[in-house]
């Protein structure tokens, strides 16, 4: 087998070639890395350019809604918490003893007064009576025999006249067998009386207890505490509505009285209701305050004509503080906390935002009422209260504020489940 020559190259060549290959590779990491900067300056200028663009477009101002205060008269109020109670109460007990022997009433029903609601077993009060009324009978018999030999003697002059010593033992057994007879009738009236009390009427008007003893059952009427307890009955209408009032308080009450030389109205509602449809007026204050909490016991009266407050129940009060008052009253969502104190954001004549402290009232009606910080000609904001930022520019647009409602641009606001004051009309 023939193999081809051997051919030398010079060493000389490869190094050539290298160097070549070497050189291409520069020259292309040189041409990428001049492009990229290429891309970055432009990146950059189109960035600086853009900056300079949005730099020239002004933000836009942010738009609220103003209003002025609502300028209403509105009477306010103080707010207690107390408990019904009967304007009477009565324990039911016999005045005699015996066995019951009928019921007249359902338990908790309403009862007038002189109502039967027990009868006792009459029959031996009834035989008392006629006892009684048969000394009568002898008495009066008594009384007449006596009489009529006083008057026969009386008369008598001359022989026929009697020695005085008789005259005398026959009219003092007239005037005896006259106090037998008002002994008799006595007895007899306190017989009668027995038989009226076997009949246990009701002494007041009211809702009734139920019955502690049924039919069959002895009691006893000792005429005093320790008698049977029968049932109680409550007078409901009107009831009373007692709380503990402050000393400030009941001072300042009494001198509006005094002012006013009228009760102080009173409004109540249950628990279970959110207006106040209970009226009344406060008719008791006590003798004197207890010092260990410096609270006087005040008590209001109120109508109840189908009874249906009743003894014990909780109630939440309203007392008229001062009477009808003009205030400014803004919605309660346009009032704010800063640190400490409260403020209201209003718009200035040139648009900027200004935070006023502001000293608060009652709710009434999803408005709170501003007692003083504000006039009635600032121009207050109620929408979009997180743009309106003291110090800065707004765009304002006309609102309002209206009662029983809120304004046309804050809705959903939440309403109070009672107020401290009312408007008034």
């Known amino acids: 087998m023939n193999f081809p020559a051997k051919i030398d190259i010079p060493e000389q060549s490869f190094l050539a070639s290298g160097e070549r290959h070497a050189r291409t590779r520069q020259r292309k990491r040189f041409a990428a ?9 432009a990146g950059i200028g189109w960035s600086l350019l853009h900056d300079s663009k949005a730099e020239a477009v002004a933000m836009p101002v942010p738009q609220v809604q103003a209003a002025n205060p609502l300028v209403r008269d509105v009477t306010q109020w103080d707010d207690y918490v107390g408990r019904f109670a009967p304007s009477q109460s009565v324990e039911v007990r016999p005045r005699v003893s015996g066995a019951i022997t009928r019921i007249y009433f359902k338990d908790g029903e309403f009862v007038r007064k002189g109502q039967p609601l027990f009868t006792v077993d009459q029959r031996p009060y009834r035989a008392a009576l006629a006892e009684a009324q048969a000394n009568v009978a ?6 007449a025999l006596a009489r009529s030999d006083y008057d026969r003697v009386a008369g008598l002059a001359g022989d026929e006249a009697m020695a005085a010593s008789e005259v005398d033992q026959l009219r003092t057994r007239m005037r005896s067998a006259q106090a037998a007879l008002a002994a008799a009738q006595a007895r007899e009236r306190q017989r009668a009386l027995e038989v009226e009390f076997t009949t246990v009427r009701a002494p007041i008007s009211g809702r009734i207890s139920d019955r502690r003893v049924d039919i069959g059952n002895l009691v006893s ?17 009107p009831i009373y509505f007692t ?14 009285q005094e002012a006013s030389h009228s009760p102080a109205r009173v409004q109540v509602r249950l628990q279970d209701e959110a207006e106040y449809k209970w009226n009344g ?15 006087i016991r005040v008590r209001a009266v109120l109508d109840n004509p189908n009874g249906f407050l009743t003894p014990g129940m909780f109630g939440n009060m309203r007392l008229a503080e001062s009477g009808k008052t003009r205030a400014l009253l803004v919605p309660d969502d346009a009032v704010q906390t800063d640190q400490a104190r409260k403020v209201v954001l209003t718009v200035n004549n040139d648009g900027t935002v200004a935070a006023k402290p502001v000293e608060l009232g009652p ?9 003083s910080g504000l006039s009635k000609d600032d121009r207050v904001v109620i929408s979009n209260y997180q743009a309106a930022v003291t110090g800065a520019k707004v765009e304002t ?14 809705p959903g606001a939440s309403v109070p489940m009672a107020s401290q004051a009312t408007l008034n009309n």
């Open 243 to 256: 709380f503990d009032a402050s000393e400030a308080l009941f001072l300042k009450a009494r001198r509006e």
């Open 363 to 371: 709710l009434v009606d999803g408005l709170r009422v501003i007692r």
């Open 221 to 237: 009427g000792d005429n005093n505490a320790n008698a049977t307890l029968l049932t109680t009955i409550n007078a409901v209408d």
């Open 281 to 295: 007026k406060l008719d008791f204050t006590d003798n004197g305050l207890d010092p260990r909490s410096g609270t």
């Open 397 to 410: 647009r006309r609102g309002m504020i209206a009662a029983n409602t809120h304004t046309i641009t804050a």
């Open 33 to 41: 890395f001049a492009g990229i900067v290429a891309l970055a300056g």
């Open 138 to 143: 002898a008495a009066r018999s008594a009384l």
